[in-house]
Nanobody, 124 residues
Framework: QVQLVESGGGLVQAGGSLRLSCAASGRTFSTCTMAWFRQAPGDEREFVAVVSRGGTGTYYADSVKGRFTISRDSVKNTVYLQMSSLKPEDTAVYYC?????????????????WGRGTQVTVSS
């Protein structure tokens, strides 16, 4: 089992930055492919970014490429999402998730454990 707890969300003006954190408990964090998804009101949950188990492989949704950076710290059992140049359309609940086996994936059905989410609101 892996428990995931997100933090770092909040209200920010357009053009600003936020860093989300996801703390993982459980001994299997190192075997997780970790990702961030987001869900805006009335929309389906969508893929944002993913990082491989070793931390060297990353992949981003086109909508955030060049603005967001995903990383992980295996000592702290934490995955991060650094968000810059935020836009109002980035407003959503952001979820951290773990996939127990490789490879990386971009669909919700392939992930095994989910956090409860953290709200990000970008004002114009």
């Amino acid at each position: 089992q892996v428990q995931l707890v997100e933090s770092g969300g909040g209200l920010v003006q357009a053009g600003g930055s936020l860093r989300l954190s996801c703390a993982a408990s459980g001994r299997t964090f190192s075997t997780c492919t970790m990702a961030w998804f987001r869900q805006a009101p009335g929309d389906e949950r969508e893929f944002v970014a993913v990082v491989s188990r070793g931390g060297t492989g990353t992949y981003y949704a086109d909508s955030v490429k060049g603005r967001f950076t995903i990383s992980r710290d295996s000592v702290k059992n934490t995955v991060y999402l650094q968000m810059s140049s935020l836009k109002p359309e980035d407003t959503a609940v952001y979820y951290c998730t773990c996939k127990r086996r490789p490879p990386t994936a971009t669909t919700t059905s392939e992930y095994d454990y989910w956090g409860r989410g953290t709200q990000v609101t970008v004002s114009s």
